[in-house]
């Protein structure tokens, strides 16, 4: 059985702890690491009966445990790049929550790190575990449905400024950016994966009238997609009340893919509709964590089977750091 640690118990944590609990019986959950006692409080009081540990401060003890495979990393961004190095030092496989550092760099020298220590590194990017995605991502792959001639993506999510009134929320120091690394990384991953590659032409980002925040809530962009530079556009933002689903349109030769949330549909060219995966919350509304952790569940399952030598990781952290070059090209905002 493989044994992991969870370092961090915020926002993020109740969909890996669903997760686990559909992996029992091949995973087990060996420590929870973190140094907020009212954090460790209510871990102890929602989980330590089930999984038999109660969370703990000390990341060296857990680190120390030689049982131990792995950790799943979900602390801040700022801390990521010094506890990711400290876990892969200790000679532990690592998944990682986005953006995996403040920098690109940051994620670029992670995954350096595992490389020369033959450690596995693999970010938590569960959009590209959805099943319509996976089926998509297959078939695009395939070239079943011709050559990339144009899309577009847009991403209208809603953040109360109660969300970013958190200190450090939507700051440089702490998250690293705003809209583009915070949430819509997740969607751009996507697109890129899609559409081979994205470059883009233009774009302005700006800090719109309705958040009080350092970085950008609000970003367009003109882009082309792909080996054949197709035409596109992506539109992202934390602003759009009360928040809708993020859409990708991809135009193929020979059919048109339109992706809402988790559900995928397939237009062909000649009168054919496929409808894949399934409709569902997708966390773009003022509760972050409103979606379903079955694509987390999914992440964490093929991160164990990399452990155990039974599968490839499906995506390691160079996806990640691809996607983040996607962002880099869109400059901080200005006045909005």
Request: glycine share 10%; proline share 5%; net charge negative.
């Amino acid at each position: 059985m493989t044994k992991l640690a969870i370092v961090g118990l915020g926002l993020a944590l109740a969909p890996h702890m669903q997760s686990l609990k559909d992996l029992k019986g091949r995973v087990s959950l060996g420590h929870a690491v973190t140094r907020s006692p009212e954090r460790a409080a209510t871990f102890n009081a929602e989980y330590a009966a089930e999984f038999g540990i109660e969370a703990a401060s000390d990341l060296a003890a857990a680190l120390a445990d030689p049982e131990l495979d792995g950790v799943i990393l979900l602390t801040p961004p700022q801390s990521h790049l010094a506890l990711g190095a400290q876990i892969l030092a200790a000679g532990k496989h690592l998944l990682i929550e986005k953006p995996a550092g403040l920098t690109t760099d940051d994620s670029r020298a992670l995954l350096a790190q595992a490389q020369a220590a033959g450690l596995l590194v693999a970010p938590v990017l569960q959009h590209r575990f959805r099943p319509a995605i996976r089926t998509l991502e297959r078939r695009i792959s395939a070239g079943e449905f011709g050559r990339l001639c144009g899309g577009n993506c847009l991403f209208p999510w809603w953040r109360a400024q109660s969300y970013y009134d958190t200190p450090g929320r939507g700051t440089y120091a702490r998250d690293g950016g705003g809209v583009l690394l915070t949430q819509a990384i997740h969607t751009l991953d996507v697109l890129r994966a899609l559409a081979g590659g994205i470059r883009i032409v233009a774009s302005r980002a700006v800090t719109s009238a309705l958040h009080r925040m350092e970085a950008e809530d609000m970003v367009a962009a003109l882009a082309e997609f792909g080996p054949d530079a197709a035409p596109g556009t992506i539109f992202a933002t934390t602003a759009c009340y009360p928040g809708m689903s993020e859409t990708i349109t991809l135009i193929f030769e020979r059919a048109t893919v339109h992706i809402d949330a988790a559900l995928g549909r397939i237009s062909h060219h000649d009168g054919r509709v496929e409808v894949l995966g399934t409709e569902g919350a997708s966390g773009n509304t003022a509760d972050p964590m409103a979606f379903h952790h079955g694509p987390h569940r999914d992440l964490i399952e093929n991160f164990v089977d990399a452990l155990e030598g039974k599968a490839a990781l499906s995506v390691g952290l160079s996806e990640l750091v691809a996607t983040r070059e996607v962002i880099d090209q869109m400059p901080r905002p200005s006045a909005g």
